[in-house]
């Protein structure tokens, strides 16, 4: 029996919630084989970032060379690529060997605030990383940081879409989680829009939802699932974990990943 392999790109959180153990518990829940390649290390729990290291980004490299070397990847993502350097040797080793089915998460800050991709390695994540997107997944503050206005409404929310699209990825979805009543994700393909519509969730359990998200996207794509589906089924599985949340530390809390359906 062969199981889909999917492989996310990204950050360590030390709190469990977000990052790469937040994209492999996703993985686990959608029954792929999910594999890692690190490219900072945080010191993180509930309360925010206390620090980030980046991996020297030959290592990244090399991490990403010996993942695909041996197993492949039916999809990815990119999450957390923290620096310049990094973002360049992710991108050369996915030039040389594409993978047709990734997802990038433009991850700028954390959910407490706290920045996680440095100022100048904006500029490379839009150059080099964007162009070889299946679909780039970016929320409100992220899609406004891309396309260097405010991103507040449904109107602006097409707009940046248009403009972050015409920077090289296939598909672009803003997501509407911080816009005000039930949030509305918008999926740009170039033609047209898709509406992806869910339920505003009163809860404080939200720490790594774009993680999770994105993550969910790459196993429903690993899986053989259209990027439609993938979304639709990712905002089903994020809606139920953010339900079942629960507070494991003092501050923010976290999704359950771990749910017998959604």
């Given at each position: 029996m062969r199981i889909p392999r999917a492989l996310t790109i990204a950050g360590s959180d030390s709190g469990g919630g977000a990052g790469i153990q937040a994209d492999l518990k996703t993985f686990s829940a959608f029954r792929v084989f999910g594999m890692s390649v690190i490219t900072a290390v945080t010191a993180q729990n509930s309360m925010g970032v206390q620090g980030v290291e980046s991996l020297p980004p030959a290592f990244v490299a090399l991490q990403l060379d010996s993942v695909l070397d041996d197993f492949g990847a039916d999809a990815a993502k990119c999450g957390m690529l923290s620096t310049a350097p990094i973002i360049e040797a992710v991108a050369e080793v996915l030039r040389e060997r594409p993978i047709a089915n990734l997802v990038v998460d433009p991850v700028m800050v954390s959910k407490s605030g706290d920045p996680l991709l440095r100022p100048d390695a904006r500029r490379a994540l839009v150059e080099r990383i964007l162009p070889l997107a299946l679909v780039v997944t970016p929320n409100l503050p992220e899609a406004g940081a891309l396309t260097g206005f405010p991103v507040t409404d449904r109107e602006s929310m097409e707009e940046a879409a248009r403009r972050i699209a015409d920077l090289g990825p296939r598909h672009v979805l803003v997501k509407g989680g911080h816009l005000k009543g039930d949030p509305v994700?918008?999926?740009?393909?170039?033609?047209?829009?898709?509406?992806?519509?869910?339920?505003?969730?009163?809860?404080?359990n939200t720490h790594g939802t774009g993680c999770t998200l994105s993550a969910a996207i790459v196993a429903g794509l690993a899986l053989g699932q259209s990027l439609t589906d993938s979304i639709a089924?990712?905002?089903?599985?994020?809606?139920?974990?953010?339900?079942?949340?629960?507070?494991?530390g003092r501050g923010v809390g976290q999704l359950r990943h771990f749910l017998v359906e959604w």
């Open positions: 994700d918008l999926l740009w393909d170039g033609h047209v829009f898709r509406e992806f519509r869910g339920e505003r969730i009163d809860s404080p089924r990712a905002k089903a599985y994020v809606t139920r974990a953010i339900l079942e949340g629960f507070q494991a």
